[in-house]
């Protein structure tokens, strides 16, 4: 019965009324000091790139991404533009899923003020510097506790 109602919505499409939860406020990994290293980096992580000095987190980043974010940032500069995260609050960390010996990955649900500015002018280009937005992004991390590394990060929207 509730598999020949599933094809009626879906050969009538037949929008349902509700709307998948797309933002979490838990955090569901049942490892409370892995779940603490994991909001210390992601916090130092934020606190670097608001003020565009990536040097602090070589520890804590993978070669390639660490590379790729420099880019990014001289890229902004070039252009003359600086991008804030401020205020960032972990809400949630869910999804931990094991890749290989020594990786894994979570989603990272968090608000951050964010907001793209003018160097010269010091007028905001996008964002908003007065409020929080919410993010969704997940981390691939290696390494062992105590000494993880973030090899991947990927944005979603929410």
Known sequence: MLVGLGLYFVRNKVKLPFKKRDYHQ????????????IEEIFLNVQEAW????????????GDQLYEKHQ????KMRN????????SAILDGITRYKEIKDNQFEVDLYFVAIDY???????????????YRREFKQRWNFSGQKGALRVEKMREFKI
């Open 71 to 74: 880019k990014v940032l001289e």
């Open 79 to 86: 252009k003359g533009q600086i991008n804030h995260t401020r």
């Open 26 to 37: 838990e955090k569901t990994i049942n490892d409370p000091a892995l779940a603490q290293e």
């Open 50 to 61: 608001d003020k565009q000095d990536l040097q602090s987190l070589s520890p804590f980043y």
């Open 116 to 130: 793209l500015v003018s160097i010269d002018s010091g007028q905001i280009i996008s964002g908003n510097n007065q």
